[in-house]
């Protein structure tokens, strides 16, 4: 895989090699799934943390958790994670707790960055080999 979008090491935001696995090597419905992402989930932190001030504590749990199976759907590991433990927190009654909510936050956006870029540029998505399917992925 070249360059920063289709990177699945440790400091890419989503594994692009697992997620084109999980849709079974179709590179197409992949993009179209990670561009749902985009548009759907963007401001999802801003939601949860909108949910949460305004004392709707079962709303701002939900939005974590749609959040975070969303992230696995697109192999975000690191946002999924974030997500899981913002919901810990939510369901712990910990609603002010701004770390939890500025790392998911920040990791989020890490995310649409890496979205952005993979998303804005196509002819670099074509040039991209798909990985085998029985390759082994971390």
Do not use: C, W
């Not at 400091?11 to 692009?16: K, P």
């Not at 949460?52 to 192999?75: C, F, N, P, V, Y």
């Amino acid at each position: 895989m070249s360059g920063p979008a289709f990177t699945s090491g440790p400091e890419a935001a989503l594994d692009y090699a697992a997620g084109l696995e999980r849709m079974m090597g179709d590179r197409e419905m992949f993009l179209r799934v990670l561009a749902r992402f985009r548009g759907d989930y963007r401001d999802s932190v801003a939601r949860v943390r909108a949910a949460s001030d305004a004392g709707d504590l079962a709303l701002a749990q939900r939005l974590a958790h749609t959040l975070k199976g969303a992230a696995a759907m697109i192999e975000a590991r690191s946002l999924r994670q974030q997500a899981a433990q913002a919901e810990q927190a939510l369901r712990a009654g910990r609603t002010q707790d701004a770390q939890v909510f500025d790392s998911l936050d920040a990791e989020l956006a890490r995310v649409m960055a890496q979205l952005d870029t993979l998303l804005a540029a196509p002819a670099a998505r074509d040039a991209a080999p798909a990985p085998a399917l029985n390759e082994a992925v971390l």
